[in-house]
T-cell receptor, first 110, second 114 residues
Framework: KQEVTQIPAALSVPEGENLVLNCSFT??????LQWFRQDPGKGLTSLLL?????REQTSGRLNASLDKSSGRSTLYIAASQPGDSATYLC?????????FGKGTSLLVTP | NAGVTQTPKFQVLKTGQSMTLQCAQD?????MSWYRQDPGMGLRLIHY???????DQGEVPNGYNVSRSTTEDFPLRLLSAAPSQTSVYFC?????????????FGPGTRLTVL
């Protein structure tokens, strides 16, 4: 069974810092990896999707990388802002649905 | 496009009651799925469908039924609610084609079973 782990579970940084969220998975036979953002009491918003043949994807201040052979992905957030405060979820796709990590709760303080 | 919509947003049930959580998408996606999210457990797959008339079980299917009569709709039925089914339920959809398989989620239904 695919196991997805996210480290750290929680992170607090001052505004303006660059930060890295980590995701690891146990089975490298994946189709893709997707990063989501979830605000308290809300649904999941897709941030970035990386196909298994790709090494990274970028969207604005976000950059996600994928190393399938080592079972790792990172989400890099540049110049963090208080509005980035949320829970970030990593999910691995290997068929019809996704296997999720438990998330990293990010707080960016002014 | 409305994307993925779910109703109701909130629901309180008594043990033993039945109800249907509604999910609809207007993106013509072939794949749809239901997840539940519990504190400390992450999101877990309940049931999924790869097209109209085709459904299958996920990781935690017990106590839930699904059907898919149209591409757009994928309702989740609780036949006899139990307190263990208190959770937040998310519906998701994605295209079938590899390379376009980004998953989109609905806003969720928060269910409490007393």
């Amino acid at each position: 069974k695919q196991e997805v782990t996210q480290i750290p579970a929680a992170l607090s940084v001052p505004e303006g810092e660059n930060l890295v969220l980590n995701c690891s998975f146990t089975d490298s036979a994946i189709y893709n990896l997707q990063w989501f953002r979830q605000d308290p009491g809300k649904g999941l918003t897709s941030l970035l999707l990386i196909q298994s043949s790709q090494r990274e994807q970028t969207s604005g201040r976000l950059n996600a990388s994928l190393d399938k052979s080592s079972g790792r992905s990172t989400l890099y957030i540049a110049a963090s802002q208080p509005g980035d405060s949320a829970t970030y979820l990593c999910a691995v796709g290997a068929g019809y649905a996704l296997n999720f990590g438990k998330g990293t709760s990010l707080l960016v303080t002014p | 496009n409305a994307g993925v919509t779910q109703t109701p947003k909130f629901q309180v049930l008594k043990t033993g009651q039945s109800m249907t959580l509604q999910c609809a998408q207007d993106m013509n996606h072939e794949y749809m799925s239901w997840y539940r999210q519990d504190p400390g457990m992450g999101l877990r797959l309940i049931h999924y469908s790869v097209g109209a008339g085709i459904t299958d079980q996920g990781e935690v299917p017990n106590g839930y039924n699904v059907s898919r009569s149209t591409t757009e709709d994928f309702p989740l039925r609780l036949l006899s609610a139990a307190p263990s089914q208190t959770s937040v339920y998310f519906c998701a959809s994605r295209p079938r084609d590899r390379g376009r398989d980004e998953q989109f989620f609905g806003p969720g239904t928060r269910l409490t079973v007393l």
